[in-house]
């Protein structure tokens, strides 16, 4: 017994892959009166000084800033409204749906889902424009006090717990509450890994690369093209040249004719091809023929 493993799926990375800004100084600095440059040194220093991981960091910092005046979980959820994307996002998602898959690859079931995995706050990317269009959102959480208040960190996702949320992904346990670990034979798993495509920015993103090089899934490292000082190309370049972490660099613009767009699409219908080649050579392999008279 095997699952159809018809589905395609594209992994985003959120902070400089889909969005140019930080989701915290976008839609909690500003709502607040939180200082940026104040919060990131007071981050760095947790990091430095106290050992604290980075995410750990500024999960602990927003809640320091905030003090009294701490949001609930729907509040921040709200404040993602604000949130800003790159070019072509979220209208990518919805013409992604009609007209990029052929009639033969709709006849063979095949369809593409849309993951988030961020070490962001998972209720501001909910609250956003493009929670629409995506299957499940991964995210740092926070659990709230008996007013509903935010109060301490619930789940934290490091640059390296990112890949397994991949591993998720395969095997179909989006719920948190299933055991990642558990044994699932190869063709049991939905979402094969060559069935994957990974979206990221730079050197957070490279468990990821790494885990998408190794079981034959495809990765993009994208940059931000507005970037005066290059910072955000020369961490894309250095994946591509020197790290050979990944095969595709491109400026994050999303709309029709981009070259980040044209790479998508080229890889959406190359695994759709594969998916249906697939197809044809198992039931070749399990088709007896009719004897000739």
Same mark, same amino acid.
């Given at each position: 017994?095997?699952?159809?493993?018809?589905?395609?799926?594209?992994?985003?990375?959120?902070?400089?892959?889909?969005?140019?800004?930080?989701?915290?100084?976008?839609?909690?600095?500003?709502?607040?009166?939180?200082?940026?440059?104040?919060?990131?040194?007071?981050?760095?220093?947790?990091?430095?000084?106290?050992?604290?991981?980075?995410?750990?960091?500024?999960?602990?910092?927003?809640?320091?800033?905030?003090?009294?005046?701490?949001?609930?979980?729907?509040?921040?959820?709200?404040?993602?409204?604000?949130?800003?994307?790159?070019?072509?996002?979220?209208? =990518?998602?919805?013409?992604?749906?009609?007209?990029?898959?052929?009639?033969?690859?709709?006849?063979?079931?095949?369809?593409?889902?849309?993951?988030?995995?961020?070490?962001?706050?998972?209720?501001?990317?909910?609250?956003?424009?493009?929670?629409?269009?995506?299957?499940?959102?991964?995210?740092?959480?926070?659990?709230?006090?008996?007013?509903?208040?935010?109060?301490?960190?619930?789940?934290?996702?490091?640059?390296?717990?990112?890949?397994?949320?991949?591993?998720?992904?395969?095997?179909?346990?989006?719920?948190?509450?299933?055991?990642?670990?558990?044994?699932?034979?190869?063709? =049991?798993?939905?979402?094969?890994?060559?069935?994957?495509?990974?979206?990221?920015?730079?050197?957070?993103?490279?468990?990821?690369?790494?885990?998408?090089?190794?079981?034959?899934?495809?990765?993009?490292?994208?940059?931000?093209?507005?970037?005066?000082?290059?910072?955000?190309?020369?961490?894309?370049?250095?994946?591509?040249?020197?790290?050979?972490?990944? #095969?595709?660099?491109?400026?994050?613009?999303?709309?029709?004719?981009?070259?980040? #767009?044209?790479?998508?699409?080229?890889?959406?219908?190359?695994?759709?091809?594969?998916?249906?080649?697939?197809?044809?050579?198992?039931?070749?392999?399990?088709?007896?023929?009719?004897?000739?008279?």
């Amino acid at each position: 017994m095997s699952v159809p493993q018809s589905t395609i799926a594209i992994i985003y990375d959120y902070d400089q892959t889909l969005s140019p800004n930080y989701m915290q100084e976008e839609a909690i600095f500003p709502h607040f009166g939180i200082n940026g440059k104040q919060f990131w040194q007071r981050c760095g220093e947790l990091v430095q000084k106290h050992g604290y991981e980075h995410e750990l960091a500024y999960m602990k910092a927003l809640l320091d800033y905030l003090d009294l005046d701490r949001p609930t979980n729907a509040q921040l959820r709200e404040l993602g409204a604000k949130l800003s994307f790159f070019p072509g996002i979220p209208e =990518m998602f919805q013409e992604f749906n009609t007209g990029l898959l052929s009639p033969e690859h709709d006849a063979h079931g095949i369809t593409l889902e849309h993951y988030i995995v961020s070490s962001g706050i998972k209720e501001l990317i909910v609250g956003s424009r493009i929670e629409p269009y995506v299957r499940k959102i991964f995210g740092c959480e926070y659990a709230e006090d008996a007013d509903g208040r935010i109060t301490f960190p619930k789940r934290v996702i490091s640059h390296t717990q990112k890949t397994q949320f991949l591993f998720r992904i395969n095997k179909g346990m989006l719920d948190l509450s299933q055991d990642v670990n558990d044994h699932m034979p190869g063709d =049991m798993r939905p979402i094969p890994f060559q069935n994957m495509i990974y979206v990221g920015d730079g050197p957070t993103d490279v468990p990821c690369f790494t885990v998408m090089k190794q079981t034959g899934g495809r990765a993009i490292a994208v940059y931000n093209p507005q970037d005066a000082t290059r910072v955000s190309f020369k961490k894309c370049y250095q994946l591509i040249a020197h790290a050979d972490r990944v #095969r595709h660099i491109a400026p994050a613009d999303y709309r029709p004719g981009s070259h980040l #767009r044209l790479i998508l699409e080229e890889m959406i219908t190359e695994i759709a091809d594969s998916i249906v080649e697939r197809r044809r050579s198992d039931l070749e392999a399990v088709t007896v023929r009719a004897p000739k008279h």
